[in-house]
C-alpha cells in the first residue's frame, strides 16, 4: 500500500481535538468526533491492506492478528503499567476498584462493554476514568476480530457480494444508530453495532478505490473537483469540533459530518490540494504518527491530575498536560512500538507470548483490586473506614428509585414498613434517603410512607405533558398522591440547582453559570406548580431545599483528611452561597403554607459546610445526602412543623 502523508495528517486533525475536549476547552465542546475520523480511517486502511494481500493470495489471519497486535499491544500495555502504581497511589478505594475493572476489560477486549455498564446514574463520572478511553480501542479490536473473517467469507463464496454487504451493514448501522441515540443513548456511544457504520464508510472507500480505480481517477484528473470536495471535507469537520457538544445526539445521522468530511478527504485530497498539502506538513505528519501514543497517554494525564487535588486543574495545567502527552508519546513510539514492530528482535512467538502473558497480568491484578472493593482494606486506616461505613445510601434505593421510559407505576411504587400510608416523599434521587430515614421515623408511630423518585428528573410544569419519560412520570404521580385521600403530608426535594446550572463539578471553587432565563424560569414556574397541586388537594407540604454540593466524592476527602478531624468541611459557606442565591430569591415566590427546610442550616456554620460531622459522613457522594445526613434533614421537617403547626 501507499504510503499517504495526509492520512497521517489527518489523524492529527483527529486527535488534538480529542485532547482538548477531554481537557475541558469549551472551544472544542465537538471535539469528541476526533474518535469518528479515526474510525473512517481505520477502515480504509484495514480494509485496503487485507482486500490487497487477497489479490494477491497471500492473506494470511495470523499475520494480521500479528500486525495489529504489535501496532497495539506495547504501547497500550505500557500506559497501563505505567498507570498502576499511580492509580494505587491517589484514588479512592472506590474508584481504584473502578480502574481495577477497566484493566480486566481492557485486557478482554471489552472496555467499551464496561462502560457501557457503568454510565447509568451513579457512575463514576467519565473525567474520573484513566482508561475510559480505551472504549475506541475495544471498538477497533472487536472490529478486528469479526472483519477479516466475514472478508475471508465472502472472498470465498461471493466476492462479487463484498460491497453490497458492507453497504447494507452500514445503513443498518447508521439507522440503528439513529434510534440509539434517543432510545439507548449510552449503548449507542460505545457499542459497535452502531458504530459499525463508520468503519464501513472506510471499508467501502478502500473497496471501491482498489476495484473503480479507472473512474476515480477519472473524477480526481479535474483539480477543482479535488480542491472543492477535500475542502469540504475539512469545513465539516471543523463545523463539527466546533459547533457539536454534549447535547448532540451521538452517533446519529450528526455523525455523518465528520465521517463524511473524513471520507471526501480520503478520496480527494492529496498533494496537489490545500487541505493536502496542509496535511502532509511536517508537524501534521509528526504528530499523525505519534497520534495512537498521544492518544494512550493524555486521559491519564488529565484524570490523575483530576484525583491529586480537590480543586480542577487550571487551564495552563491542563495545557502543560496536553504537551506532556506528546513528549511520553514519542517516548513511547521510539522506545516501546518501534523496537516491537521490528520482526527481527521481537518474532511472531514473542509477540503473541507477550500479548498472552500481559493481559493475564493486568486481568490478575484487576481481577483482584476488584475482589478487595479496590484494596480497600490496604488503604483506608479504621478512623477512616468507620467514616466511610456511614456514607451510605439508602437500601431502597435500587428497588424504589425508577427512572427511563420504563419507570415504576405510581401505583406499583414503593410503601415502606406499613400500609397506614399518611406521608409521600416527591422528587429527583435526591428524596430517595430523605423517604428511608422518614419512613423510619414514621414506622415507630404505626405509619407508612410512599416512595415517588425519578433519577434526574427536572421540574416539570403539571398540565403540560410531553412526551419525556420524565414529564410523563410527574404527571401521573401528581395525580396518584393528590387523588389518595389517605395522604396528609408530602415531601418535595430536587437538586434544583442541577436544571438552573447545570454540575458544579469541574467548576468549583468558581461558580456554574446560570442557563437561559426562559429554562431556569421554566424550572421555577413548573416546582411552583408541584406544590400548588400538592396544596389545592389539601396536602401539608415540606420542601426540603438542596444540601449543599460538595467539591468532590466525600469519600476522597475522607481519605485525604480522615485522620485529621472527626469533623471534615466541604465546601465553604460562601461558595454555596453564591451556588444557591439565584433559588433562594425565588422561595419567596412559595406559598407560606409550605414548611421549607434548608438543610445548609444543618450542616454549615457561618465558614463552611461539612461533609463529615463528629465522625459521620452526612453524603454518601458529592451532593446525596447519606442515611445519616437525612436523619437529620427528618428531625428539622419535624422540628419546623410543630412550629408551624403542621404536625
Request: proline share 5%; with cysteine; net charge neutral.
Amino acid at each position: 500500500m501507499k504510503y499517504r502523508r495526509e492520512i497521517d495528517g489527518l489523524r492529527a486533525v483527529a486527535v488534538i481535538p480529542v485532547i482538548f475536549f477531554h481537557a475541558g476547552f469549551s472551544a472544542f465542546a465537538g471535539g469528541f468526533v476526533g474518535v469518528d475520523i479515526f474510525f473512517v480511517i481505520s477502515g480504509y486502511l484495514i480494509t485496503t491492506i487485507i482486500l490487497a494481500d487477497m489479490e494477491k493470495g497471500k492473506f494470511s489471519i495470523a499475520t494480521f492478528y500479528e500486525r495489529r497486535a504489535r501496532r497495539i499491544l506495547p504501547a497500550l500495555f505500557f500506559v497501563m503499567v505505567c498507570c498502576v502504581p499511580v492509580a494505587s497511589h491517589f484514588l479512592t478505594p472506590r474508584h481504584l476498584e473502578d480502574f481495577c475493572q477497566s484493566l480486566v476489560a481492557v485486557s478482554l477486549f471489552s472496555s467499551n462493554i464496561l462502560f457501557w455498564q457503568e454510565s447509568g446514574y451513579f457512575g463514576v463520572t467519565s473525567e474520573l476514568k484513566p482508561l475510559l478511553h480505551t472504549w475506541s480501542l475495544a471498538i477497533e479490536e472487536q472490529y478486528y476480530m469479526i472483519f477479516p473473517l466475514f472478508l475471508m467469507v465472502l472472498w470465498r463464496f461471493r466476492k462479487r457480494w463484498i460491497f453490497g454487504a458492507l453497504l447494507t451493514i452500514g445503513l443498518l448501522s447508521l439507522c440503528f444508530a439513529q434510534w440509539g441515540a434517543y432510545n439507548a443513548p449510552s449503548a449507542d456511544f460505545y457499542l459497535l453495532p452502531t458504530r459499525a457504520w463508520e468503519l464501513a464508510i472506510g471499508a467501502l472507500i478502500a473497496f471501491y478505490s482498489l476495484y473503480q480505480r479507472r473512474k476515480i481517477l477519472e473524477s480526481l484528473s479535474r483539480p477543482f473537483v479535488k480542491e472543492v470536495f477535500a475542502l469540504v471535507g475539512f469545513i465539516l469537520i471543523l463545523v463539527s469540533v466546533f459547533t457539536f457538544d454534549k447535547s448532540t445526539p451521538f452517533p446519529s445521522f450528526w455523525a455523518l459530518l465528520p465521517t463524511l468530511g473524513t471520507a471526501l478527504i480520503i478520496v480527494f485530497s492529496n498533494s496537489d490540494t490545500i487541505v493536502g498539502r496542509f496535511l502532509s506538513c511536517g508537524p501534521m505528519v509528526g504528530v499523525g504518527l505519534l497520534s495512537y501514543s498521544i492518544y494512550l497517554w493524555h486521559q491519564p494525564l488529565f484524570v490523575f491530575a483530576r484525583h491529586a487535588t480537590l480543586f480542577p486543574p487550571s487551564a495552563g495545567l491542563l495545557l502543560i498536560l496536553s504537551a506532556l502527552s506528546v513528549f511520553l508519546a514519542y517516548f513511547s513510539w521510539r522506545f516501546v512500538e518501534a523496537p516491537f514492530r521490528n520482526k527481527e528482535k521481537v518474532s511472531r512467538r514473542k509477540i503473541f507470548l507477550f500479548a498472552v502473558v500481559g493481559s493475564c497480568a493486568f486481568a490478575s491484578f484487576g481481577v483482584s483490586g476488584h475482589f478487595s472493593d479496590g484494596f480497600y482494606a490496604l488503604k483506608m486506616d479504621p478512623e477512616k473506614e468507620k467514616m466511610m461505613s456511614t456514607a451510605c445510601p439508602s437500601p431502597k434505593r435500587k428497588e424504589c428509585h425508577t427512572s427511563g421510559a420504563d419507570y415504576l407505576k405510581p401505583a406499583d411504587s414503593c410503601v415502606y414498613h406499613v400500609n397506614n400510608v399518611h406521608w409521600a416523599t416527591f422528587g429527583d434521587s435526591h428524596t430517595v434517603e430523605l423517604a428511608y430515614a422518614l419512613a423510619n421515623r414514621l414506622s415507630s408511630s404505626g405509619q407508612g410512607l410512599r416512595h415517588f423518585s425519578y433519577s434526574g428528573c427536572r421540574p416539570f410544569m403539571i398540565g403540560a405533558a410531553n412526551d419525556e419519560p420524565g414529564s410523563k412520570w410527574t404527571q401521573e404521580s401528581v395525580a396518584y398522591i393528590c387523588e389518595d385521600d389517605e395522604i396528609t403530608d408530602v415531601v418535595v426535594s430536587f437538586r434544583v440547582n442541577q436544571y438552573l446550572s447545570g454540575e458544579h463539578r469541574g467548576y468549583y471553587p468558581e461558580i456554574p453559570p446560570l442557563k437561559e432565563f426562559d429554562e431556569i424560569e421554566s424550572v421555577v414556574l413548573a416546582y411552583l406548580s408541584i406544590v400548588d397541586a400538592f396544596i389545592s388537594a389539601g396536602k401539608n407540604v415540606h420542601m426540603v431545599l438542596q444540601a449543599p454540593e460538595l467539591p468532590v466524592d466525600v469519600e476522597k476527602l475522607i481519605y485525604f483528611y480522615g485522620r485529621s478531624t472527626g469533623t471534615i468541611p466541604g465546601s465553604t459557606r460562601e461558595w454555596w452561597g453564591k451556588r444557591n442565591a439565584f433559588f433562594m430569591k425565588q422561595v419567596n415566590r412559595f406559598p407560606d403554607v409550605v414548611n421549607i427546610v434548608n438543610p445548609a442550616d444543618i450542616f454549615c456554620d457561618s465558614q463552611n459546610c461539612y461533609a463529615v460531622i463528629d465522625g459521620i459522613s452526612m453524603y454518601f457522594d458529592d451532593d446525596h445526602l447519606s442515611v445519616f445526613g437525612a436523619e437529620k434533614v427528618v428531625d428539622k421537617i419535624f422540628e419546623s412543623s410543630r412550629k408551624n403547626k403542621n404536625i
